[in-house]
């Protein structure tokens, strides 16, 4: 196992290091400052000043750590202030440990530019230490976190009671890492009083995981205003799980909105708290009001409505399913703002376009960023009996939303394309004014599958 640290350099100029090699990387440590009593180790990287940075980053990514380890002489380690990662990479790739330096105070270095981010830092066991460590938390060490502003690895809380003073959490302002809460009993998480600022450096982890709390009601975030990824390399999705918690657990039009740029695994909560501006429950076209932002209920378009679709001109948020079937529309522009699409009740297809005999255009919005569903892997869209050209401004691939050059975007709102237009048809059972219960017939080769839903 191999692990690197920087030693001391004078300084840094246009970008490469100055000072001799012996004194940067030195075969052996200098001991008027630096001690090897623990795994305080270096790599030697040659000699050519020139190609010295180069040299260092390449070989410092693919060790297994930056280690300042059980030194009990170590003082000072101001030098670190140096450190810079090449263009296109991040210290968050690297995990991060100053442990066990009784005499060391890294406290300062902590809030250089270089490291202050760092979401895989640990230090303990120093004179002074770097924030606190959010995934060693447990119902005997809380009452360690009252004075904690900064979680450093995350906050990871399992198998907590409900009895449990949650208190000493109150002052955290920045956590960096993940959220996950699972096996509580935690009924919300308004003890996080004064947290503002999650910030993760995550590719394809969940990120946010809220699991197996069957008293958690609500959210009840008060002060948290953003949740930031910070690999700005591959611009990752951002994942999240909410799942098996109260049968009323519910967010809010505002925390919806909040999680738009998530796409979560499992969403096991309903749509509570919308603000009234602009609000409209939906019982059919002729009764929907003009100028609604927001729609809650199944959003049915069918044949006799087509003189009442400018209605939708301005809507925003539709909490509920889209039915649009058995008209003369040839295209969807009448819902140019739409954005958000949040359908929980898995019984019903997302979307079902049916037997719009003109139908050529069926791009919906322009703007379609997100759609919540309660399982990511079980949202389907059913497209059949239209005009047989429909996705023809697509080359044929079914695809309600268009094309863009944000993928994370594109995966968000992405659907299960079935029905006659999109390959295997669909037997479709009226089951009520609002929508169809189905019976899917996928008719495969030589095969039949049935799907209830």
């Known amino acids: ?49 020139s190609e010295l940075n180069k040299k260092f980053w390449n070989t410092f990514f693919e060790t297994d750590g930056f280690i300042i380890e059980n030194n009990s002489q170590l003082t000072d380690i101001g030098a670190l202030q140096i450190i810079w990662p090449l263009m296109f990479e991040n210290l968050n790739t690297c995990k991060f440990r100053i442990v066990n330096n009784p005499k060391l105070d890294p406290e300062s270095l902590c809030w250089t530019y270089q490291l202050r981010d760092l979401v895989n830092l640990t230090t303990e066991g120093n004179l002074k230490n770097c924030g606190c460590q959010g995934d060693q938390i447990n119902i005997s060490s809380l009452s360690n976190y009252q004075s904690c502003t900064r979680f450093y690895n995350g906050l990871v809380l399992h198998n907590i009671t409900n009895t449990t003073d949650l208190s000493s959490l109150s002052n955290v302002q920045t956590v960096l890492g993940k959220l996950e809460i699972r096996n509580s009993d935690i009924q ?25 709390n069957p008293e958690m009601t609500r959210l009840g975030f008060s002060a948290l205003e953003e949740f930031e990824n910070f690999n700005y390399e591959t611009y990752p999705l951002q994942t999240g799980n909410i799942e098996n918690l109260h049968p009323d657990f519910c967010l809010s039009e505002d925390e919806f909105n909040f999680f738009d740029s998530f796409h979560f695994i499992n969403l096991h909560a309903k749509a509570c708290e919308f603000d009234e501006y602009g609000l409209c429950y939906f019982e059919s076209m002729d009764k929907l009001p003009n100028n609604c932002l927001t729609i809650i209920g199944n959003l049915v378009i069918e044949s006799g409505d087509e003189e009442h679709i400018n209605k939708l001109i301005r809507v925003y948020t539709l909490f509920g399913t889209l039915i649009i079937r058995n008209t003369q529309l040839t295209d969807f522009s009448f819902l140019p703002k739409l954005t958000l699409i949040i359908s929980l009740n898995d019984t019903l297809p997302v979307v079902q376009i049916l037997s719009n005999k003109n139908l050529t255009n069926p791009k919906i919005g322009s703007s379609v960023r997100n759609i919540f569903t309660r399982s990511f892997y079980n949202r389907v869209a059913i497209i059949q009996d239209n005009h047989p050209n429909i996705f023809n401004y697509t080359n044929g691939t079914c695809n309600l939303f268009g094309v863009i050059p944000n993928i994370m975007i594109m995966y968000r709102r992405s659907l299960n394309y079935t029905g006659g237009n999109c390959g295997a048809p669909v037997v479709l059972d009226s089951h009520s004014g609002e929508g169809f219960r189905l019976l899917m017939v996928l008719v495969l080769t030589l095969t039949e599958h049935f799907i209830e839903f």
């Open 188 to 212: 919300n998480l308004s003890f996080l009083t004064n947290l503002k600022y999650f910030k993760v450096y995550a590719e394809s982890e969940i990120i946010f995981n809220l699991q197996d």
């Open 1 to 49: 196992m191999q692990y690197c640290v920087w030693s001391y350099c004078d300084k840094l100029e246009d970008g490469f290091i100055n000072g001799s090699v012996e004194k940067c990387f030195p075969k052996h440590v200098d001991s008027g400052r630096w001690y090897t009593n623990g795994k305080l180790q270096f790599v030697e990287l040659g000699c050519k000043p």
